[in-house]
Every structure is written in structure tokens, then in C-alpha cells.
């Protein structure tokens, strides 16, 4: 699995920091960019975050004849790199991939030093990558129901991991939790792959993780898939129902898009969307995102705008049902 996402960051990685001399017609003016663009991403590299900015960032360089550089600025639950830009000029050189994290902590961290919705101008919407709740296959368990009837019989013994408290992984255990009335004890990690290893170890019994990371090892027959957390089925796992087949109305899934500081000017907003669109159109790149599991996600900016103020909203929702022992 690493091995395999390390192959794709080698085909994008160079992409992001060499300019070509095509472009846009938009930009006959020669206006914007006339510089390299900062790429902001608030996670460490190596994962779906880096393979889908890295993806962007190539056809925009291209595009736009000046480097898109992706840069990660990970820590403080995604903090630090959203602080970086919000307080960056607002002049369009300086982007956030906004994601699913942004959404929770609106609500979520009581110490966060901003107000997303207003330091943020939305400018395009990337990808939305479905999450699978998985379990060890120590566990006699084949099925979301089944699942459910055996926490119900062992309460306060089924352990579920997650990538860190306040997590979308985190969270769509505290929201199943809750609409199916079991107790799990949550054990937080440092991201998936160590949750995984203890899952496939037997030392965790459970884990809701993005199917990017875990479908190899659903594949390769290392844990057992029980329902994906969207309304649809997975490319990448066609045969795990939704587990809104047993639990009506659950729903979450872990988002990403583009920002810019608020305040950038609305020409510079537009035309990026305009790109990112045209790249999420391209049969080449949607065949790599296909190949995360993940979704694009196409519209306007105020499209995108609409869609963040929704995602907050139900993450607030899903922050006070796991509440007080999300924290």
C-alpha cells in the first residue's frame, strides 16, 4: 500500500514545481499569476492529500505557466497550516486545501483563533473520499447488523480506533455510536497506519478509516470491510453496503477543496475555479482520483461556499451527539 502511493507522489511530485509555457487564454492580460503560487496542505506528506493537491497543482502549472508548489504545514488538528494562509495576503499566491477537518473545528476546538467561514474565500471543491468501518477478522462479525448485536452483547468491550480525537474517523464513531445505541471504547492513533496494524493484529477490534487507505487491505484479506459511511457504494469496494442500509439517515465522509485567504479579489477566485474544474474534468486525472476511492466534487465557487457552510453544520450536529466524550 505504501509502496504503491509512493509510485503515484514520484508521477505528480515534480509536476507541482516545474512551470511550462502554456497559457490560459484568461490570462492574456498576464495579470495572475505572474509568480509562483503557494499550495498550502495541513497534513503531513505522503497521503490522499498530498496524491490530490500534487494532481491539481500539475495542471494548473501547466495551465497557468507559473509553479503551483505544494507545501505541507501539518500539526494542531490542521491548524497551523490554515493559520498560515488566513493571515497570508489576500492576493491569490497563497491556497488552502481546505478539507472535513476545517468543518469540525468550527465547532469542535474550543481554542481554534478563527472564524473559518468568514477568514476563508471559497474557491472549488476537489474530492469527497467515502470512509469504511472495518474490523479485525478475529472478529465474528460479517455485517453492520451483526456488528451492532455483538457491541450490544459486549458493552464497553469493542474497541474502535481512529486517526486522531476530533477526526471525521473519530467523529463517524461517535455518530454510529450513538444512532445505533452501543458502547465502544475509542482508541485514538497518530493517523491510520498504526490503527490499521493493531486492527489487523487483533489489538483493536474496529475502525472507521477513508477507504484510501484501508481497501488494499480489505482486498488482500487482512481485516473485513462491513458498510461504507456514504449513501452509495465505494468503486473501490463495490460489494460493502452503505451502512445507512441498516442505520437510516448515517451519512459522513471526509472532504476536500480549494481556499483562499478572504478577501481575494473575485477574478482571481473564478479563474482558479475554472481551472481546478477543467482539471477535475480531465479523463487522466479523474482515472487517478478514481484510483483513491475518492469523488470529485465540480461547481462554482459559491457552490463550494454553499457546501462548507452544510458540512459545518452537520459536523456541529455530530460534535454534540459525541459530546462531552468526544473531548
Known sequence: MIARRAFVLSLFGAGCLAATAQHSPALADGVYPARAVRWIVPYAAGGATDVLS???????????GHPFVVENKPGA?????????????????????????NAINASFDP??????????APVAGVARIPLVL????????????????????NPGKVSVGSSGVGTSLHLSG?????????????????????????LMSGQIQAMFD????????????????????????????????PISDVLAGYETSSFYGVGA????????????????????????IKAQIGQLGAIPISGDAGTFGAMLAAETARWRTIVALASPKAH
Open 54 to 64: 500534487r494532481l491539481i497543482c500539475q495542471r494548473l502549472t501547466e495551465r497557468l
Open 77 to 101: 488538528g490542521s491548524n497551523i497550516g490554515t493559520e498560515a494562509v488566513i493571515t497570508s495576503p489576500p492576493d491569490g499566491y497563497t491556497l488552502l486545501l481546505t478539507s472535513t477537518a
Open 111 to 120: 481554542t481554534i483563533r478563527y472564524d473559518f467561514s468568514k477568514s476563508i
Open 134 to 153: 472495518v474490523v479485525s477478522n478475529d472478529l465474528p462479525v460479517h455485517s453492520v447488523a451483526e456488528f451492532i448485536a455483538y457491541a450490544k452483547n
Open 174 to 198: 461517535e455518530l454510529f455510536k450513538a444512532m445505533a445505541g452501543v458502547d465502544l471504547v475509542h482508541v485514538p492513533y497518530r493517523g491510520s497506519v498504526p490503527g490499521l496494524t493493531d
Open 210 to 241: 477513508n477507504v484510501t487507505s484501508s481497501f488494499e487491505l480489505v482486498r488482500g484479506g487482512k481485516i473485513r470491510a462491513l458498510g461504507v459511511t456514504t449513501r452509495d457504494r465505494s468503486e473501490l469496494l463495490p460489494d460493502v453496503p
Open 261 to 284: 485567504p478572504a478577501g481575494t479579489p473575485r477574478e482571481i477566485v473564478d479563474l482558479l475555479n475554472r481551472e481546478v474544474n477543467a482539471a477535475l474534468a480531465d479523463p487522466a
